[in-house]
């Protein structure tokens, strides 16, 4: 098994900007696609950004410009950089790691943007 852990989150203003981290540990040779997933209350976790073992990336069309992610293999960590963030971007953030069929997630962490 997989455990992640985010860190990271906070209170910022609009158009200010975030760093988040992920760490893995367990069974992290394996070649897992990477991603960061939101999820506010009474609304359905949504992909925020993914990328592959290869360093492909995908975002959703929100944050497109704005975000960026990106992995360290060596030190089975995964960052997430938000700037110039809106109050849209408010919402607890999830670090995840799929293989096939395998998933894992961590416990997220609470990102709040608000003047």
């Known amino acids: 098994q997989v455990r992640l852990v985010e860190s990271g989150g906070g209170l910022v203003q609009p158009g200010g900007s975030l760093r988040l981290s992920c760490s893995a540990s367990?069974?992290?040779?394996?070649?897992?696609?990477r991603g960061w997933y939101r999820q506010t209350p009474g609304k359905q976790r949504e992909l925020v950004a993914s990328i592959t073992s290869g360093g492909s990336t995908n975002y959703v069309d929100s944050v497109m410009g704005r975000f960026t992610i990106s992995r360290d293999n060596a030190k089975n960590t995964v960052d997430l950089q938000m700037n110039s963030l809106k109050p849209e971007d408010t919402a607890v953030y999830y670090c995840?790691?799929?293989?096939?069929?395998?998933?894992?997630w961590g416990q997220g962490t609470q990102v709040t943007v608000s003047s």
């Open positions: 367990g069974r992290t040779d394996s070649p897992y696609t």
């Open positions: 995840n790691a799929r293989l096939g069929l395998f998933s894992f």
